[in-house]
């Protein structure tokens, strides 16, 4: 049922991955912080948990980006 859904090879660069990471984390990194900042009304704080928080997320949103690289359900083929 899922024999050809799966590729060894990646279908993208991994320094296309890596910019799309760094661009969409940004994007998260300030709604992050603005969020803790209206929430606990510290700007330190707010500053402290969307560096964390975000430096987390950066390094398991990479992972899970190249472990769906290597899936070619939905995309088409150029056979």
């Known amino acids: ?7 060894r090879s990646a279908l993208q660069a991994r320094k296309r991955a890596l910019v799309k990471t760094a ?8 709604i992050t912080i603005t969020v803790a900042w ?9 500053l402290n948990i969307g560096v964390v928080t975000n430096l987390l997320k950066t ?7 190249r472990m769906w690289d ?3 359900w939905g995309i088409p083929s150029t056979k």
Do not use: N, P, Q
């Not at 209206?38 to 704080?45: L, P, R, S, T």
């Open 70 to 72: 290597h899936v070619t």
């Open 38 to 46: 209206v929430v606990v009304g510290d700007i330190e704080a707010a």
């Open 59 to 65: 390094g398991t949103y990479y992972i899970y980006e």
């Open 23 to 30: 661009c969409y984390r940004l994007c998260m990194v300030v």
């Open 1 to 7: 049922m899922f024999k050809g859904w799966v590729s």
